[in-house]
């Protein structure tokens, strides 16, 4: 995920900055190869020496027929020399041309050293005779520049690994542009102000994702694997998920719920009308009610099964959900309650068997529960 100058400076603040395994990227998007025929697609984070984006596109090229594929980065990469540089390709020193932005145009990839095969020595081959376009950018590479916009406006699907302090922004510029895309993103981004009504609009919904929302990362930060998750020269990064506009599978898959409605195993909110669900897995099949959940439920989302009503940490986006009131915050701190919550707030509290708050629920409602056994 390689930036630009803005993009940069939010990374070196916020540690944003991880390049995405190429394994990562074959398991995701072999779920939408029908998207991409003929099709043009922009990665606008990404070297094309160092963003496993480009090379599984540009690898990919023929046999996903795409029409065109553009990639704009900063070079200066802090993991730069792993794989080919731009340096290699281009004229002058390293000194002369490091720091600059710049852009990768791809329209046809073939075995251009004639060694029976298509590899990166081959890409590199095509932008050296002219064959495809490898160019200093004229602005500073910001996704939001002119210049970059402009490629924006030419294609029809991105694909990328956005940072993800500029998550809201790079989404929103995306939506208003009406463009297809398939983004890395981090879980918390569903319960975004910017974000939710987008899921819940069905304009946007989670892809395949990784194992346990989990994934490693090439970072240029330290190893913070855990021991029973170490994966050596890679940083762990806990809820992250697959965000696109794209149709697939899954999102027209049913949950398959295997519990039944009873009222003594599970609680209702104080303050709301529905019940607390706190795994995805215990929603009951015979509930036509509203029920809290977390916002891992998402990840199992058919809006053929499921209507999302709101968010609990999205401000008013749950209909008559009531004050917690000064009474209800006295019994939880006198019951150890030490979260920073006031009388006159709206998150979602129980009191059974002792007062807590709900943390992070999407409210759902089972369009088509089963019938409730009898007896």
Partial sequence: MAGNRKLNSAKTARKDEFYTQLSDIEKELRHYKKHFQGKTVFC?????????????????????GLKKLIATCY???????????IFDILDGSTEENENKPYKAIVTTVYDKTGDGGVDMFDVAELFKSGENELTELEGDGDFRSPECMSFLDEADIVVTNPPFSLFREYVATLVEHKKSFILIGNQNAIKYKEIFPLLQNNEIWLGYGFQGNVAFFDSPYEDVAVSSQHKEGLIRVSGVMWFTNLDIKKRHEDMIL?????????????????IDVPKAADIPCDYAGKMGVPITFMTQFNPDQFELIGCSDVADSIPGVQILGQDWIDQYRAQGGTGHYTANMKSLGVSTPRHKIAFSRIIIRNKHPEAPKEG
């Fill in 44 to 64: 606008n984070c990404d070297d094309p020496f160092e963003s496993n984006f480009f090379k599984y596109f540009v690898l990919n090229f023929n046999r996903l």
């Fill in 75 to 85: 070079t200066g990469s802090p993991i730069a020399g792993k794989q080919l540089s």
């Fill in 258 to 274: 295997v519990k039944r409605y009873n009222a003594d195993d599970y609680v209702k909110y104080d303050n709301y009308d529905a």
